[in-house]
């Protein structure tokens, strides 16, 4: 790294957190030689906010630097989330600071160290505006982002580089300040208060014709554990709709740069390959639990198989998801996007099964088989959407002809 100087500022959004382990990654950044503050933004002064702001006057003495703590900002017209978090924290940035990078970091991080910082710093040193980081995940993790959010990205958008982004809702970015006033100029963006704000940015980003590298951390992201999949409901939902809402937006990447690390897969450490995501007996229930009437009728929105292979799930006996293969899915997806109505429950509640079942489809028959094969799997059928929607014009022009 050419330059030493403190340019730039951290931020962590956080909502009742660990605070010892947050604690710890504030101290990590604060000792970094590039940050010069770190900005902290809570949900609310909840038991972690308080052990932060009784740690705040020793951190700053300790490491000479000042730490922020601030409660984040209704910005947005969604749910007040992580979105209105990391938008108050720009604001700040802008308004109160005069540096020239902000970086996000999850509050929650266990592996978290200066490298992080390093690696994107640098990235920015040259032409990037933008750096974000990709990690090895363990093989049943990251399922939003695989089934929703890149399947969503190849599915709307197959002629950019957005299916290929590794990680479009990791919480780790860095980016240029000019880049932060585009942001908190951008009222499409300040809308997404919810989880829909790492794929607003990423969008945005887009539009902005921001160069953009992502750079692979190979110790890998280790965070506060999900117990069932219910904890990600909320998230599914919220990532899905922002997909939804502007799958008629047209984006062209074409001219932007566009770079990332090379993943070598045997390198991912064995305790991530074999890691468990969430807990796989309890989410199995799920899927047969909570069923309305209206959400069975939603059914017959699908094509036979989907409805019918969703309505045996819910009788007794063994659960059989091998129907919601990738290739499934992706009439799945076609259905969702058409009539999913974010206003309704029964919507919602749908969605989250059917999730659940690509969700334990994927745990049982391709990461059972190992690392490779899960990935493989999950690379695949982004490609396959991404295939079949650049065919999907093409056949239907010629069966028009
Ligand atoms: N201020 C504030 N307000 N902070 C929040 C809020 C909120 O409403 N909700 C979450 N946070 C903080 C949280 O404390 C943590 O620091 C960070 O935001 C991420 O939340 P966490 O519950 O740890 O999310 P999770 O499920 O680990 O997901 C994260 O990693 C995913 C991934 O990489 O797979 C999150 O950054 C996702 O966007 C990402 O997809
Ligand atoms: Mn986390």
Known sequence: MGKTHPESVVCFPFKNEDAKVFIKNIKEALEHPRVAEVICVGYEKDECYKAVESAVPFLQKEKGKRVHLILQKKLGEKRSGKGDAMNTALTFFINQTPYGRIHFYDADIVTFNREWITKTEEKLDQNFQVARCSFPKAPTDGMITWNITRCGFAYNW????????????????????????????????????????DTAYMLAFCQYKAPIYEVYIRNGKLH???GQLTDLYTMLVECFTIIQENQSVKIDTNGILYHKDSIDIASVPQEIQHKKAFDVE???SLLREN?????KELLDTFPA??????LALQKSGTVDVRFMDPETWYEVYGVL??????KSLIWSDLLFHLWVAR????TFYFASKGFRQAMESLYRMVTSFEHRRRKGPLIRGQIAA
């Open 305 to 310: 198989k989907i409805r019918e292979g969703m």
């Open 158 to 197: 197959p002629e950019t580089f957005l299916p290929e982004i590794e990680q479009p809702l990791g919480g780790e970015l860095a980016f240029r300040r000019e880049i932060a006033q585009e942001l908190i100029k951008d009222r499409w963006v300040l809308k997404y208060s919810d989880w829909g704000i």
């Open 282 to 284: 309890g989410t199995v």
């Open 291 to 295: 069923w309305s009437p209206q959400e």
């Open 359 to 362: 969700v334990l489809n994927h």
């Open 337 to 342: 996007l058409r009539y999913f109505d974010q």
């Open 224 to 226: 506060k554990l999900y």
